[in-house]
């Protein structure tokens, strides 16, 4: 709906209504704390899987695991009570196919580190990789277009991996 103010004269377009004014607060508050807690928990898994005995494939599996059912939680969550995605629901239902996808990344990136964690390095320095995959996918299937800063970011993505494989 369009608003002239009264006052000033100044046209206002709402874009959008907010359906809980201060939620998003909570949100974001509780994003942050859990990331952290994820982080957390993620540096404790890779010190205990330098030393190869300590590193079980089940403890691996049950915290990378967790941490993506979260995600798929909240994004859940979050449709149902700020209403932003209950119209959407495909795109609701993508976030949660995402979701469960990232999960099974994470099972078999954990696994793999689990099986040989000498490898830890060289798997951990491809994980950026993933990014480019998705910059390139929104690119050709979206048609979004890649800023400066975000093609300056893929180049720091693919050096690492590189620089890596070229060191030996």
């Known amino acids: 709906a369009v608003q002239v103010s009264p006052t000033s004269g100044v046209m206002t377009v709402e874009?959008?209504?907010k359906t809980h004014p201060f939620r998003w607060v909570f949100f974001a508050l509780l994003a942050n704390v859990l990331g952290g807690c994820g982080a957390f928990t993620c540096a404790a898994v890779m010190n205990s899987i330098e030393n190869p005995a300590s590193a079980l494939l089940s403890n691996l599996t049950v915290v990378?695991?967790?941490?993506?059912v979260v995600g798929v939680v909240g994004t859940v969550a979050?449709?149902?009570t700020v209403g932003e995605l209950a119209s959407?629901?495909?795109?609701?239902m993508l976030g949660v196919v995402a979701g469960c996808l990232n999960v099974m990344g994470m099972a078999l990136v954990s696994w793999a580190m689990?099986?040989?964690?000498?490898?830890a390095g060289p798997t951990t320095a491809i994980l950026p990789l993933g990014a480019i995959v998705v910059c390139v996918l929104a690119w050709v299937l979206l048609g979004e277009k890649l800023l400066p800063r975000q093609l300056a970011g893929i180049l720091v993505c693919i050096s690492g991996p590189v620089c890596m494989s070229l060191t030996g």
Request: with cysteine; hydrophobic share 50%; aromatic share 4%.
């Open 15 to 17: 874009v959008a209504r």
């Open 64 to 68: 990378w695991c967790s941490i993506g």
């Open 78 to 80: 979050q449709a149902v």
């Open 88 to 92: 959407n629901r495909v795109g609701l």
């Open 114 to 119: 689990a099986v040989d964690p000498k490898a």
